[in-house]
């Protein structure tokens, strides 16, 4: 009685073809699918991270820009007579000097976020 030599199956069932061309094909098509796996999806998570962060910059920068103008408008007219003249410079300086505050601390928190 002849022996007879059972085709190797595939997990799905079908015959597998044991040729080197085929394990070449297999072995590219894994690659590819592992490097798009890999790569492309988490870049796309982190498009929306991104996304997310500059839209939030730049609402913050508007709303930071509005704040400083109003407080320097609150101290040219709220003031009164005080700070007009030869000290109209004054609520420029009292301007900068919150801003730079606020640049301080921003500065800080994001050293502080890289140390710990």
Known sequence: MPETRLAPY???GDKTDNS???Q????????VAYAKQETVEPIKGLAR??????LGSICLAIGLTLLLLATLR???TETGSSM????SWIPYVV???V???????AGMQIQKKRRG
């Open 10 to 12: 595939s997990r799905n």
């Open 20 to 22: 080197v061309t085929a």
């Open 24 to 31: 070449i094909s297999e072995l590219w098509e894994l690659i």
């Open 49 to 54: 991270f991104v996304g997310f962060g500059v």
């Open 74 to 76: 609150a101290l040219q």
């Open 84 to 87: 007009q003249g030869h000290l």
């Open 95 to 97: 301007t900068v000097v």
């Open 99 to 105: 801003a730079v505050v606020i640049a301080a601390l």
